[in-house]
């Protein structure tokens, strides 16, 4: 499903070189649920911006589903994206102008969907308890409830992978751990392919395989 082969990535500034990258072979297969860790600055949003197609590689490649996204041009990537890849922050990153309900439709209005309706948007926010939001604009919302919504908006096409980057960092414990079920529902319902960066030891203790990053290499790769 996913593969990487090499992955390298350099950032060069105006004062010096960062190696953030230096090598990433990987391969995730269909279904799985995976936690990145490792600590602050070991590249593991770089990472998964290269999974997710956000950032291109300074080397290597990156294979979904047996395309080298690396080669594709922006507005090629862009659907391939669109239609695959659905992605959580750590800021929710909501559209302020937008209601909740709006902003879970926005990816079918921009990648369109052969095997989705319009009205999945309020099944969802059903779903993730906030059926009675469904009009309220993001600064009407708690934290949590903003990540509920941005975590609907990112299953609103059905994206078979599910890419995270702390999803549960700026929320307390109780927010954290209801994202944490919402998250493990979606996954097991749709089968989606869950690549989850988190310090979270309780959301990483779900997860099928840890992988931890440091330095930018993967020093550890562990299954259940
Ligand atoms: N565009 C960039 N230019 C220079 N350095 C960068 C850039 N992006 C990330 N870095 C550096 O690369 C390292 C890894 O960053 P990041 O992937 O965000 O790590 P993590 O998510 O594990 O904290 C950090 O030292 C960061 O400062
Ligand atoms: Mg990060």
Do not use: C
């Amino acid at each position: 499903m996913i593969r990487t082969q090499s992955l390298s990535k350099t950032a060069v500034t105006p004062t010096h070189r960062v190696d953030i990258l230096k090598g990433i072979d990987l391969h995730i297969p269909r279904g799985q649920f995976v936690a990145i860790m490792g600590p602050s600055g070991s590249g593991k949003s770089t990472l998964l911006g290269l999974l997710a197609g956000l950032d291109t590689p300074s080397s290597g490649q990156v294979i979904l589903d047996g395309a080298d996204i690396t080669a594709l041009a922006e507005d090629e990537l862009a659907l391939v994206r669109g239609r695959k890849i659905g992605f959580v922050f750590q800021a929710y990153q909501l559209i302020p102008t937008l209601t909740a309900e709006e902003n879970v439709l926005l990816p079918y209005e921009l990648a369109g969907g052969d095997n989705v309706e319009p009205s999945r948007a309020r099944e969802l926010l059903d779903l993730v308890g906030l059926a009675d939001r469904r009009d309220h604009y993001p600064v009407q919302l708690s934290g949590g409830e903003q990540q509920r919504v941005a975590l609907a908006r990112a299953f609103m096409v059905r994206p078979p992978i599910l890419m995270a980057d702390e999803p549960t960092g700026n929320l307390d414990s109780v927010n954290g751990s209801h994202i944490l079920d919402l998250l493990l529902t979606l996954n097991r319902r749709e089968q989606t392919t869950l690549v989850l960066v988190t310090h979270d030891p309780q959301l990483a203790a779900h997860a099928d395989r840890r992988i931890t990053l440091r330095d930018g290499l993967i020093v550890e790769d562990v299954s259940k």
